[in-house]
Protein backbone atom coordinates (compact mmCIF):
# COMPACT_ATOMS: atom_id res chain seq x y z
CA UNK A 1 0.00 0.00 0.00
CA UNK A 2 1.60 3.53 -0.97
CA UNK A 3 1.77 5.74 2.04
CA UNK A 4 2.57 9.32 2.75
CA UNK A 5 5.16 10.49 4.76
CA UNK A 6 7.92 13.30 5.36
CA UNK A 7 11.74 12.89 4.82
CA UNK A 8 13.83 13.45 8.16
CA UNK A 9 16.96 12.58 7.18
CA UNK A 10 18.47 14.23 3.03
CA UNK A 11 20.49 11.63 0.99
CA UNK A 12 24.34 12.16 1.27
CA UNK A 13 24.38 11.03 -2.15
CA UNK A 14 26.83 8.18 -2.54
CA UNK A 15 26.98 4.74 -3.42
CA UNK A 16 24.43 2.99 -6.06
CA UNK A 17 21.30 3.78 -4.53
CA UNK A 18 20.52 7.32 -3.44
CA UNK A 19 18.67 6.56 0.13
CA UNK A 20 17.05 8.85 2.20
CA UNK A 21 15.12 8.15 5.94
CA UNK A 22 11.73 8.88 5.69
CA UNK A 23 8.98 9.10 8.76
CA UNK A 24 5.59 7.32 8.27
CA UNK A 25 2.96 5.75 9.93
CA UNK A 26 4.60 6.66 13.57
CA UNK A 27 7.99 4.54 12.46
CA UNK A 28 11.13 5.52 10.29
CA UNK A 29 12.88 3.89 7.81
CA UNK A 30 15.51 4.00 5.04
CA UNK A 31 14.22 4.25 1.49
CA UNK A 32 15.20 4.35 -1.98
CA UNK A 33 14.61 7.83 -3.60
CA UNK A 34 13.13 7.20 -7.54
CA UNK A 35 14.26 9.24 -10.16
CA UNK A 36 12.32 9.81 -13.31
CA UNK A 37 13.93 9.27 -16.83
CA UNK A 38 17.06 11.25 -15.95
CA UNK A 39 15.80 13.90 -13.78
CA UNK A 40 17.27 13.95 -10.74
CA UNK A 41 16.58 15.78 -7.75
CA UNK A 42 17.72 15.86 -3.71
CA UNK A 43 14.86 16.63 -1.69
CA UNK A 44 15.17 18.92 1.32
CA UNK A 45 14.41 17.49 4.91
CA UNK A 46 10.35 18.28 5.77
CA UNK A 47 9.72 17.43 1.95
CA UNK A 48 6.39 15.28 1.62
CA UNK A 49 7.06 11.65 0.35
CA UNK A 50 5.06 9.17 -1.49
CA UNK A 51 6.21 5.68 0.59
CA UNK A 52 6.08 2.25 -1.78
CA UNK A 53 6.97 -1.07 -0.78
CA UNK A 54 8.53 -3.17 -3.06
CA UNK A 55 6.08 -6.02 -3.15
CA UNK A 56 4.68 -5.21 0.08
CA UNK A 57 8.09 -5.37 1.79
CA UNK A 58 8.01 -3.00 4.10
CA UNK A 59 11.94 -3.55 4.65
CA UNK A 60 12.04 -2.60 0.35
CA UNK A 61 10.97 0.98 0.36
CA UNK A 62 10.91 3.23 -2.67
CA UNK A 63 9.81 7.33 -2.02
CA UNK A 64 9.06 9.64 -4.38
CA UNK A 65 9.54 13.39 -3.15
CA UNK A 66 7.23 15.95 -3.29
CA UNK A 67 8.36 19.77 -2.40
CA UNK A 68 7.26 20.97 1.29
CA UNK A 69 3.89 22.79 0.59
CA UNK A 70 5.24 26.25 1.58
CA UNK A 71 8.13 25.87 -1.63
CA UNK A 72 5.71 24.56 -3.98
CA UNK A 73 5.96 26.26 -7.67
CA UNK A 74 2.70 27.64 -8.02
CA UNK A 75 0.67 29.32 -11.29
CA UNK A 76 1.76 26.89 -13.90
CA UNK A 77 -0.23 26.98 -17.06
CA UNK A 78 -1.08 23.37 -18.59
CA UNK A 79 1.99 22.33 -20.37
CA UNK A 80 4.35 24.77 -18.60
CA UNK A 81 7.31 23.46 -16.84
CA UNK A 82 9.60 24.84 -13.94
CA UNK A 83 12.06 24.06 -11.82
CA UNK A 84 13.18 25.24 -8.67
CA UNK A 85 16.34 24.90 -6.10
CA UNK A 86 14.04 24.62 -2.79
CA UNK A 87 17.69 26.19 -1.00
CA UNK A 88 18.64 29.03 -3.23
CA UNK A 89 15.19 30.13 -5.08
CA UNK A 90 17.20 29.39 -8.23
CA UNK A 91 14.46 28.83 -11.40
CA UNK A 92 14.64 27.27 -14.47
CA UNK A 93 11.37 27.99 -16.21
CA UNK A 94 9.59 27.03 -19.63
CA UNK A 95 6.41 29.03 -19.90
CA UNK A 96 3.49 29.06 -21.93
CA UNK A 97 4.58 32.10 -23.99
CA UNK A 98 7.44 30.53 -25.95
CA UNK A 99 10.17 31.57 -23.14
CA UNK A 100 12.25 29.75 -21.14
CA UNK A 101 14.01 32.00 -18.41
CA UNK A 102 16.63 30.92 -16.04
CA UNK A 103 16.74 33.04 -12.81
CA UNK A 104 19.83 32.96 -10.49
CA UNK A 105 22.88 34.65 -9.22
CA UNK A 106 25.92 33.44 -11.72
CA UNK A 107 24.87 30.96 -14.89
CA UNK A 108 27.48 29.09 -16.49
CA UNK A 109 26.84 27.32 -20.44
CA UNK A 110 29.76 24.96 -21.00
CA UNK A 111 30.30 23.95 -24.65
CA UNK A 112 29.55 25.47 -27.92
CA UNK A 113 26.62 27.96 -27.68
CA UNK A 114 24.39 29.02 -30.88
CA UNK A 115 22.14 31.78 -30.35
CA UNK A 116 19.84 31.98 -33.32
CA UNK A 117 18.25 35.62 -33.49
CA UNK A 118 18.46 38.94 -31.90
CA UNK A 119 20.05 38.97 -28.26
CA UNK A 120 19.28 41.60 -25.61
CA UNK A 121 21.80 42.00 -23.05
CA UNK A 122 21.25 44.55 -19.77
CA UNK A 123 24.52 44.86 -18.45
CA UNK A 124 28.47 44.51 -18.53
CA UNK A 125 30.02 41.94 -20.24
CA UNK A 126 33.78 40.55 -20.31
CA UNK A 127 35.21 38.88 -22.68
CA UNK A 128 38.49 36.99 -22.86
CA UNK A 129 39.73 34.97 -26.10
CA UNK A 130 39.20 35.34 -29.11
CA UNK A 131 36.19 36.67 -30.65
CA UNK A 132 34.71 36.12 -34.21
CA UNK A 133 31.92 37.92 -35.80
CA UNK A 134 30.32 39.07 -39.11
CA UNK A 135 27.54 41.42 -40.18
CA UNK A 136 26.94 44.73 -38.75
CA UNK A 137 28.06 45.64 -35.00
CA UNK A 138 26.55 49.34 -33.29
CA UNK A 139 28.72 50.42 -30.39
CA UNK A 140 28.58 53.78 -28.81
CA UNK A 141 30.78 55.18 -31.26
CA UNK A 142 28.78 53.94 -34.56
CA UNK A 143 27.90 50.89 -37.04
CA UNK A 144 30.82 49.30 -37.78
CA UNK A 145 30.68 46.76 -40.58
CA UNK A 146 32.71 43.25 -40.33
Excluded: C, W
Excluded at 113 to 142: C, F, N, Q, R
Aim: charge should be negative; glycine fraction near 12%; proline fraction near 5%.
Amino acid sequence: MIRTGELIQESNDKGPHRLVRVAYDGDEKDAQLVDFGGVVSAPIKGAQMLIIPADGDEGKLYAIALAPPADRVDGNKPGENRAKNLKTGALFEQTDGKSTNISDENITLTGNITLTGPVTIKGDITHEGDMSTSGTHTDSIGRHDA
